[in-house]
Each structure stands twice: as C-alpha cells, then as structure tokens.
C-alpha cells in the first residue's frame, strides 16, 4: 500500500492506517451553509467515501476545492483508523487525554471559585 497522505503538524505523531486512492469515491457537490452566491453556485464541497468501512465525509470548510479535498482526506483517515483500531486507536487516545484535561481544568477552575467565595465569606465575618 502506497499511503495517500501524509498528516501535517501534530497528526504526524499519529500511528495511523493508510489509505489507497483504489477504497475512496469522491464527489464534488454545492456546499451549504452560509456564503450567499459563491456557495450556492460552486461545487466545492467534498464528499468522501471509504468504500470498504463505508464511512462517509463530508468537507466544506474552505472555499478551495484542493484544500477541501485534503482536510477531508485527513479527516477521514482519522474515522477510518478510530473505526479499525478503536480504543487502540491513537486518535482515541488523544480524544481521551484532551478530554481528562478539560475535565481536571474544570475542576481546578471550580475548586478555586470555591476558595474565592470562602475568601469573600471571611472578610465579611472581618468586617462585623
């Protein structure tokens, strides 16, 4: 297998599976959303389709056509690793970290509006 694309930043770090060009149907259709004119007239949203997993994408989050076709690119060997792979999955495992680092700075954020309001309680007993 030849791989189709080589992730950038810090995908590049990612274990992922490669993709052929011979598993992915393309499609090229009018995007939607907002934009007026230049989207109701262009076809430069990508559609996407793994055949072998199934798994479809879709990508409309520029108006070029390549830069489309690439994000989608990226964005579905993600899917198609994440579906594969699963918790072994290295998009998983980030998902996961980055999810547990939301949380814990929730917390600490929480745990310090707490002490602020103790804080505030103190002084007022000061004051009396």
């Known amino acids: 297998r030849v791989p189709l694309l080589q992730a950038s930043g810090k995908k590049n770090s990612f274990n992922l599976l490669e993709l052929t060009e011979a598993e992915l149907?393309?499609?090229?259709?009018?995007?939607?959303?907002?934009g007026g004119q230049a989207t109701n007239k262009t076809n430069n949203?990508?559609?996407?389709?793994?055949?072998?997993?199934?798994i479809v994408v879709k990508c409309h989050q520029t108006r070029s056509v390549e830069k489309n076709r690439k994000i989608a690119r990226e964005i579905l060997q993600e899917k198609v690793d994440l579906f594969y792979k699963g918790e072994d999955s290295d998009v998983f495992k980030e998902k996961k970290a980055s999810e547990k680092k939301k949380q814990e700075k929730k917390r600490r954020a929480k745990e310090n509006l707490e002490r602020k309001k103790h804080l505030k309680e103190m002084q007022q007993l000061d004051k009396k």
Request: charged fraction near 25%.
């Open 25 to 34: 149907e393309e499609q090229f259709v009018r995007g939607d959303g907002p």
């Open 45 to 54: 949203c990508v559609v996407l389709k793994h055949i072998p997993s199934g």
